[in-house]
């Protein structure tokens, strides 16, 4: 191959420089180089040829003088920073930072030319022997005998912290310069920024916040101090994102969250007049948005707003379910409870950023409050029959589901939810048998609610009552058909056949029914026992209701709607024109508590006395003789006489629903003591009452003495025994 | 390629003229020239160096042969991927680049060059 014979021909000096012999060349390319230094320095390159330049390096480092070439640079340039500082230095007030600026410009300038002709070395002589390269070094020795010159150093950052205490009191920098300046300690390192800026600023900050912050609490509400708070706040971070370094955000907010915020929080939580819980009281949402935004950024921050909250709504609630005047009407007991629940609702929402937490502070506390009135569960049972009753009319369905999902949320809440369901049972009975429910879809739509919330035993026998009234239907129809033909113009009768154990029916006297309509309950008994074999028919005179046509003296005639005791009672003035209480209650047999109410019902109430009594006076007496009303009046043709009720539970019947459920209760106990030791086969007393306790909760909070009592009454009946080491340990007997 | 130049009328500021050691000038585009790292600084440089002021640049260093050669990478390089450089640098070493001359995209060197262009590309940092 050719190329290896010529390859001999080649010389090594191809690359025409000079062989250096001249022992001044180092000092001679030196001085050239020293020169255009000056000169970049002194604005006038513009004479220099940078190949010149750039050649003049490149044979310095290739002949070994890369070393002179350096310390050179390092001396010169660090000469020419000295004679910069001395300017700085002698600038005076406000043309400090623009002359510092300036020549920082200038020098940065420079200090790209020099490494642009001094590139060569960069590449090749500072690598492999670990000095500073070229641009770093400008800036190292910028920094050694600029920023930190004895007399520079302090008078920067005074000037700087100055500045910015000007800017935060209000006043318009020249925030360009700042940037700059900011820029200029930035590109130095992190540690200059930091350690000749960043520190004392965010000290100085510090104290000025700690100073402002005791001043605004001593004079400001809660609300003018959080706003007051909030603006500072988005000033600091405006201000880093216009001329500071932008890690600094989160170190100088975290300055004003702990003087502002963290350092007042209890304080300004509690003001007076101002504070979280007059917000609250006042739907603040602005305030406690602001509020919410701001202590989240501190420790303990949402804690303590959520504690506050807290413990104000277990006061009012506490307040809430135990203000007598509220007892007196359950409705306006369970509203009271619902607006509440929707005032919060609505703050949590507004303000607190529906925050988990939070709603689950106001659900605890709700669950608190409503539990310390054990009456809950009845008023809600009532406000849900008032709404069926009549509420819901003309409301449409959307509202209706509302309304029934707010009352299944106040549900949610209560311990005892069998004693709602007692009650529950209760007025839906009462519903169904006076025919006075608004809406059947309501109805099964709470059924399947409560379903879905505890399952389908809780509401099996509520089922079972809607079946039975649909049978009962389909009863009388079958009865009618077979007997309506002889059954003529005589009164029509309508049963119901109720389930015993669905129904909450209490055992009661059947009292004489009038002679045409006993004839008429006869015939329905055969014709059901004829039908279905085995089964037995009591009559529950007490739940009935009947509409009478009745002529008055005068000739005025209306229709009654009374209840079949008052029915039994007016019946008897067919054939009598007065009688006493006593011939009364002999004809009906209506327990005595009954038959006064029924008869109060009948004559003192104001517009349907249909029967006056004598003597007058508030009270049913034994001696009382009653006679028809002849005056009695009224515009309505059809008049509905309501038995004197209590809406809400008296004392007495209070207790025995109570002891109702209580009883109720134990079984439900013993069989949850059952099925866990079943399982476990031994296990001790604590375990035991956590367990039940456990399985039990969905439907009401079991008490550990009753528990106590279960295990013990178990222990005698052997399904259990005591371990005979261990006393507190028990065993399941199989 | 000094004669391109008056045919091209390129707009003068994106040329850019190279002056060999024996004053033979070569006019290329700019573009082309920034290849080299060092001619890159020269006319990028903050201050205004002679260099950037006339668009011209001296090298009293190198001969016509070498500068010429050089001109011609520069544009070769501009095409092709920076993947050839590599290639070509293997090719100098071994001595025998023209072995695959059938490739269109191979850069020819002639050997007796080399050690000279060599020298001239650490210069210019190419």
């Keep these: 191959m050719n190329s290896n014979q010529k390859k001999r021909n080649f010389q090594i000096e191809a690359f025409k420089h000079k062989v250096v012999v001249d022992p001044k060349y180092a000092e001679k390319t030196w001085k050239i180089l020293e020169h255009a230094i000056h000169e970049i320095y002194n604005h006038n390159a513009s004479g220099l040829s940078f190949e010149e330049l750039y050649r003049n390096a490149y044979n310095m480092v290739l002949h070994k003088f890369g070393e002179k070439l350096y310390s050179g640079l390092v001396s010169t340039m660090t000469f020419h920073l000295q004679e910069m500082a001395k300017t700085i230095e002698a600038a005076q007030g406000g043309s400090f930072l623009e002359e510092l600026n300036r020549k920082w410009t200038d020098h940065n300038k420079a200090l790209q030319m020099i490494r642009d002709i001094l590139m060569y070395m960069d590449r090749t002589f500072i690598p492999s022997t670990h000095k500073t390269p ?22 920067l950052l005074n000037t700087l912290l100055e500045l910015i205490l000007r800017e935060r009191t209000g006043e318009v920098i020249n925030r ?163 607006n509440e629940k929707d005032k919060y609702d609505k703050v949590i929402n507004k303000a607190f950023s529906n925050d988990k937490t939070f709603q689950n502070a106001l659900n605890s506390s709700f669950e608190y409050f409503i539990n310390l009135n054990p ?45 709602f369901e007692k009650y529950y049972k209760q007025h839906l009975a009462k519903r169904l048998l006076s025919g006075k429910t608004v809406s059947d879809d309501a109805e099964r739509s709470l059924i399947v609610k409560l379903k879905t919330e505890c399952g389908y035993q809780f509401t099996s026998k509520l089922e079972g009552m809607f079946t039975d009234m649909k049978t009962s239907q389909d009863t009388m ?32 006297v059947t009292c004489n029914l009038p002679a045409e309509m006993s004839a008429l309950c006869e015939k329905f008994r055969s014709y059901y026992l004829g039908t279905h074999t085995g089964r037995r028919l009591s009559w ?125 209760r134990k079984p439900q106990i013993e069989a949850a003591i059952v099925r866990i030791m079943k399982s476990r086969r031994v296990l001790d007393h604590n375990n035991i009452i956590a367990e039940v306790t456990k399985q039990l909760q969905s439907r009401f909070l079991a008490n550990p003495g009753e528990i106590k009592k279960r295990i013990e009454s178990l222990i005698e009946r052997e399904f259990l025994e005591r371990d005979s080491a261990d006393r507190k340990m028990y065993r399941y007997l199989a | ?117 060599m020298m001239a590309a650490n210069y210019l940092h190419t």
Excluded at chain 1, 330 to 337: C, D, I, K, N
Excluded at chain 1, 381 to 409: A, H, N, P, Q
Aim: some cysteine.
């Design chain 1, 134 to 155: 070229v641009h770093e070094l400008g800036l190292n020795l910028w920094r050694d005998n600029v920023i930190h010159s004895s007399k520079i150093q302090m008078r």
């Design chain 1, 176 to 338: 360009g310069l700042m940037r700059n300046i900011i820029k200029m300690l930035m590109d130095l390192g992190p540690s200059v920024y930091q350690e000749d800026f960043e520190k004392p600023f965010l000290e100085v900050s510090a104290d000025f916040y700690r100073a402002e912050s005791q001043e605004f609490i001593e004079c400001c509400d809660c609300g003018d101090y959080l706003k007051k708070a909030e603006r500072r706040l988005n000033e600091e971070i405006e201000r880093v994102s216009q001329y500071l370094d932008t890690k600094s955000e989160s170190k100088i907010t975290n300055v004003v969250e702990k003087e502002m915020i963290a350092s007042h929080m209890l304080r300004l939580v509690h003001m007076e007049n101002s504070g979280l819980v007059n917000m609250l009281i006042d739907d603040k949402y602005d305030d406690l948005g602001r509020m919410y935004s701001l202590f989240r950024r501190v420790p303990e921050g949402l804690p303590t707003i959520r504690d506050v909250m807290t413990t104000h709504l277990r006061e009012t609630g506490k307040q809430l379910v135990t203000d007598p005047e509220k007892l007196k009407d359950p409705v306006e007991f369970v509203q009271s409870l619902l």
């Design chain 1, 375 to 419: 009456r809950s569960p009845e008023f809600i049972s009532l406000f849900v029959d008032e709404k069926l009753r009549k509420g819901l009319k003309g409301v449409s369905e959307e509202d209706v589901e509302t309304i029934l999902d707010k009352v299944m949320m106040l549900f949610r809440y209560l311990q005892e939810k069998d004693v």
């Design chain 1, 477 to 508: 129809q079958g009865f009618y058909s077979n007997y309506g033909p002889e059954l003529g113009d005589g009164p029509t009768l309508v049963v119901q056949v109720l389930t015993t154990g669905s129904w909450p029916t209490q055992p009661s």
């Design chain 1, 540 to 664: 529950q005179t007490n739940m009935g209701t009947a509409d009478l046509k009745a002529t008055f003296g005068k000739g005025q005639k209306h229709e009654l709607n009374v209840s079949t005791y008052q029915m039994c009672v007016l019946m008897l003035f067919n054939n009598a024109d007065r009688l006493r209480y006593k011939e009364i209650e002999q004809a009906t047999e209506i327990p005595s508590s009954d038959l006064r109410r029924c008869l109060q019902s009948l004559a003192l109430v104001k517009g349907k006395n249909v029967l006056r009594k004598e003597p007058m006076s508030k009270d049913i007496a034994e001696d009382d003789t009653f006679v028809v009303n002849d005056k009695f009046s009224s515009k309505f043709y059809k008049v509905k006489i309501g038995t004197v009720v209590a809406q809400k539970e008296s004392e007495p019947e209070k207790q025995e629903t109570r002891q109702r459920v209580e009883e109720d």
């Design chain 2, 1 to 117: 390629m000094e004669s391109d130049s008056g045919k091209l009328k390129m707009k003068k500021e994106d040329m850019v003229k190279l002056i060999s050691a024996e004053g033979f000038e070569f006019v290329i585009d700019k573009k082309a020239a920034m290849v080299s790292q060092t001619i890159r600084n020269m006319l990028t440089s903050p201050g205004s160096f002679a260099e950037t002021e006339h668009g011209e640049v001296t090298f009293p260093e190198i001969s016509t042969t070498i500068l010429e050669k050089i001109c011609q990478y520069f544009y070769w390089s501009l095409q092709y991927a920076s993947f050839y450089i590599e290639v070509i640098l293997v090719h100098i070493y071994i001595g025998h680049c023209s072995a695959h001359s059938g490739k269109e995209t191979e850069f020819h060197i002639e050997p007796e060059l080399t050690l000279e262009l």
